[in-house]
């Protein structure tokens, strides 16, 4: 299996005979999967649970004032403030994800080099030294050599599926981010609005009732 450690393909040399050549490159660049993680998590704990208890305490609040209001108002508020960094950031991950994968597309792994690597099972494996990789840009290099065995084809295949999948999964989520976000926003507007709206009526009420109560009415 390719992810193992220690895990390595036997692959056909085109000189003669056979080498293997460890799972992963020496220079393999993660940062991308880490970062598109990252903006997946953020954007269903804090915006999807975190926004579902905000709102629901919002509406659901028994009095308009007291440590309860209070706390209900810095969560929304809080909400509403990482319903736009989450969508920045997806939007960030998805620029950054496609042009890393981008600069790295149609790099091919020297045969060459890689059968003269002598390498071993873990821990005396030797990974391919040259080039830096996606994971994505490795596998598909892995790919297109003459692998032995047709189930270690089948398996990168599988992978590389998977990781397609999470890069292009962050088109939709990022979409989505900013529709919550404009949302979110438009919704603060109408509570501020409602807000000024019920302040007014009480100012207004309380000034008709002082006037009715006032001897020169």
């Keep these: 299996m390719a992810p193992r450690a220690g895990g390595s393909f036997a692959v056909n040399d085109p ?21 598109a993680n990252g ?4 954007a269903f ?29 810095f969560l929304y508020n809080f909400w509403l403030i990482m319903t736009v960094l989450s969508a920045i950031f997806s939007l960030a991950s998805l620029i950054y994800v496609f042009t890393l ?3 790295h597309d149609h790099q091919d792994i020297n045969t060459s080099v890689a059968s003269q690597l002598n390498n071993q099972p873990y821990s005396n494996q030797v990974p391919y030294p040259l ?52 949302l979110a926003m438009v919704d603060r507007m109408k509570q501020r609005q409602a807000s000024i709206e019920a302040d007014g009526a009480s100012r207004l009420e309380a ?7 006032s001897p020169f009415s």
């Design 45 to 73: 704990v804090v915006i999807g649970v975190g926004g579902c208890i905000a709102i629901f305490l919002r509406h659901h609040q028994l009095k308009p004032t007291g440590f309860v209001h209070g706390f209900t108002a």
């Design 101 to 103: 994968t981008y600069q």
């Design 207 to 213: 000034a008709q009732r002082q006037k009715a109560g």
């Design 131 to 182: 080039l830096t990789w996606t994971p994505q840009n490795w596998f598909a290099a892995v790919l297109r050599l003459s692998l032995v065995h047709d189930n270690d084809r089948s398996d990168i295949q599988t992978y590389l599926r998977i990781m397609h999948g999470w890069q292009w999964n962050l088109v939709p989520m990022t979409v989505l981010g900013f529709v919550v976000m404009g």
């Design 15 to 35: 000189n003669g005979g056979e080498f293997s050549l460890h799972g992963k490159p020496l220079h393999e660049l993660a940062d991308q999967g880490h970062g």
């Design 39 to 42: 903006a997946a998590g953020t």
